[in-house]
């Protein structure tokens, strides 16, 4: 009993160690609770005019961050830099991992409306598009063909610690917030070579059972990923930055007034595909991927952004049930 109780106690001590060294700044992300093999996502955003941070959609193989394991990324992160008139694409593949960057220049800021942001991903091509406008297309390289497994799509914001990359920090500006109107998905169908089916998400509420809120942090970000800076108000995503002293969000989201929808325009001009061996017999490969595992696979938190920045992995710890367990065992250990 009292070896069971010094290996509790130094697990609790190093616990309250990463407790006590928890980060100043709150941010937040939400994934979802599946991960699928290729699709089609749009969303309406508005995103965060603070330099510093970055207001991001992306999908994730989970365990990427894993040492020795193949990472599998596409992202989609808008800077607040430069009064958030630039984003970024990006695929993060391999075991090194190798950065495909792109940065893109908006003619009006990303942070005064919102608008329509589009990644789809097929077996030979990945293309990204803003408010109905292809921006990039990455088509038949190794680039592509890497991406084998199924991702999950996620949003956050966060603040990099890397100044060349997302600007400099001035935590006078926070609070500041992302906002999402809306996600949509369609799955790939390999034998027609469209996109189908799938799902929306109004946000109307915030669906635990297809949902996860991260707890944690990363290498190179400023920010602990907390529950309560990830919300619905109003029917639309809030995910707020804020100091540990403030976290959440009591205010009014900026209301959308929503562009005509740019499926049409991107699909008009969407290549040709081939079949896939992978999806050919259906509509749609996915694999669950349980807020569970998530967090587990997460909790190594050796992120990879290009130039030292960091990427949005991250592993949540629980601290109650072990302080629980202590107390017990402290409690038996005396009657002892």
């Not at 408010?131 to 190794?142: L, N």
């Not at 500041?176 to 390999?190: G, R, S």
């Not at 205010?251 to 929808?261: I, K, N, R, V």
């Not at 998530?294 to 109650?320: E, F, I, L, T």
Request: hydrophobic share 40%.
């Amino acid at each position: 009993m009292r070896r069971l109780l010094c290996v509790c106690l130094a697990i609790a001590t190093g616990l309250i160690a990463s407790i006590t060294n928890a980060k100043a700044y709150k941010g937040a992300e939400v994934y979802l609770n599946e991960s699928y093999l290729y699709g089609r996502y749009e969303m309406r955003m508005r995103v965060a005019n603070a330099s510093g941070v970055l207001s991001t959609f992306f999908t994730y193989k989970d365990g990427s961050q894993i040492a020795g394991t193949f990472w599998e990324e596409i992202d989609i992160e808008i800077f607040g830099k430069n009064n958030a008139t630039q984003w970024q694409s990006n695929i993060i593949y391999g075991t090194g991992p190798t950065h495909t960057e792109e940065v893109h220049t908006e003619s009006t800021s990303l942070a005064e409306d919102y608008h329509t942001y589009v990644l789809e991903w097929t077996p030979d091509y990945v293309a990204w598009f803003v408010d109905g406008v292809e921006k990039r297309r990455i088509t038949a390289t190794s680039t592509v063909s890497s991406l084998t497994s199924p991702q999950s799509p996620r949003f956050n914001i966060w603040a990099s610690e890397s100044v060349p990359w997302v600007g400099a920090w001035d935590d006078s500006v926070l609070p500041v917030y992302q906002f999402i109107n809306y996600i949509d998905y369609k799955a790939y169908n390999a034998t027609t070579k469209t996109f189908e089916g799938g799902w929306r998400d109004e946000f109307d509420t915030l669906d635990s059972a297809r949902w996860g809120k991260a707890s944690w942090t990363f290498d190179t970000n400023r920010v602990d990923f907390v529950p309560e800076n990830a919300l619905v108000k109003n029917g639309i995503l809030v995910l707020a930055l804020t100091t540990e002293t403030a976290t959440g969000y009591t205010g009014t989201p900026p209301a959308d007034e929503p562009a005509q929808s740019s499926s049409a325009s991107s699909a008009m001009v969407s290549s040709s595909v081939a079949v896939s061996s992978s999806a050919a017999n259906s509509s749609i490969a996915f694999a669950s991927s349980s807020a569970a595992s998530s967090s587990v696979v997460a909790y190594a938190a050796a992120s990879s952004k290009a130039k030292a920045a960091g990427n949005s992995g991250g592993g949540a710890v629980h601290y109650g049930w072990v302080l629980m367990l202590m107390s017990l065992l402290l409690f038996r250990t005396r009657k002892s």
